[in-house]
């Protein structure tokens, strides 16, 4: 199977920026998008970024401007580059990645366990 871990979360102060990183691990066979969800207290998840293998990116609105997603597809590792953060910001991130793990002949949506970002005002 396929493991998403997370890293990078931690308390910052309004305006601070952060770097989130999720690495892929496992009987990998091919990742097409990956991406990152947030969840605050009492709230849904909601996407906040998504990448497609070749790079083409999309964001929430409450966002752009301020965070940047890439990867690197050679360490199956997905970033999320989170500038001018905001107490809404606040949650926790976890990614997410449509893979094929080896012997599979269908996609599935794989998810990481979250790491918190906490925003303080």
């Known amino acids: 199977q396929v493991q998403l871990v997370e890293s990078g979360g931690s308390l910052v102060q309004t305006g601070g920026s952060l770097r989130l990183s999720c690495a892929a691990s496992g009987s990998i066979y091919h990742i097409n998008a990956m991406g990152w969800y947030r969840q605050a207290p009492g709230q849904q998840r909601d996407m906040v970024a998504s990448?497609?293998?070749?790079?083409?990116?999309d964001y929430a609105d409450s966002v752009k401007g301020r965070f940047t997603i890439s990867r690197d597809n050679a360490k199956n590792t997905v970033y999320l580059q989170m500038n001018n953060l905001k107490p809404e910001d606040t949650g926790v991130y976890s990614c997410t990645a449509e893979a094929f793990a080896d012997g599979s002949s269908w996609p599935f949506d794989y998810w990481g366990q979250g790491t918190q970002v906490t925003v303080s005002s």
């Open positions: 990448i497609t293998r070749s790079g083409s990116a």
